[in-house]
């Protein structure tokens, strides 16, 4: 379906509800792999039980300017063997002539897990490997091929991306969580092998610091790392963003290095209609573009968000400015 021409912090498409987009630019045009949010009766909670998506659709647009195509169904959950329910944020990357979808969603004993599906098409459709990635765990996987074409996977996400139970590398359904003055959890990464199907070794922790070296702390919710990662290389150097999650904001932090540490600099979006801030950053014809969500569309409910897009700037330095819709 083919939409009108889309303007800035205008929802991309206005058929389907969509969130948590991460963009990219295949074969000269801007792809766009969304969460695809669906309504329903159930329960709202800090476990994120309204998130209850089954499928992904992709998008894509000829140009910045242009109208946004939705190429249709890309994946459904039932075509994924190892899965049973919440397929959340997405990302995508291509090698070798093979585009792969990276996504989250809970196994079958309810562990979110990440799968990876392959197809001849950035547009889809995929086709789910049998089994999630071996050693993978949380959500929100985002994708990274650096200039040297090492592949990394940033991912993890609280609360109900349960990344706070795996502490000890294996999974604890009543792990305590931390103390405010505790060092943050902290996002976590795995370099990808050569066929973008398994992890070079087991998924480490990247270590986000304040200007003086000092670990952010678990209770410092205005900084510390919650979700939703994006990794982008500008000049050279390394540009790692989140969401802080319960205060709404998307920062980020550099570092001259893809595994950190990372520094922390400031926030990139204020808070949008909606408890979630999802983003991606790419450039596009010489121009930095933020993607991201909200939920005005819905009048706000939390769990009909619509993707939108701004464009991002930066300063002399290199650092990002802030933007606040
Ligand atoms: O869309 C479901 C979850 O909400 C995502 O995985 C998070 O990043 C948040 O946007």
Redo the contacts with the bound molecule.
Sequence with gaps: MIEKAVGPNEPLVTHLFT??PSAHVFEGRIYIYP?H?IDHDGPTNDN?DQ?V?EDYHVLSMENITSPCVDHGAALHIKDVPWASQ?M??PDAAYRDGTYYLFF?ARDKEGIFRIGVATSSSPAGPFQAKESYIPGSFS??PAVFVDDDDRVYMYFG?LW??QLEKWQTGAFQPDAIEKGPEEPAYKPRLAELSDDLLTFKAAPHEIDIIDEDGKPLLAGDEERRYF??PWMHKYNGRYYLSY?TGSTHKIVYAMSDNPCGPFVFQGMILSPVLGW???HSIVEFGGKWYLFY?DASLSGGVD?L?SVKFTELHYDEDGRIQPISL
């Design positions: 969130a948590d969460s949010d994120g998130y998506m919440q959340w944020a989250p959500i929100d996400g109900g991306g979700e939703g969401s979630t801030t999802h969500h769990h968000r």
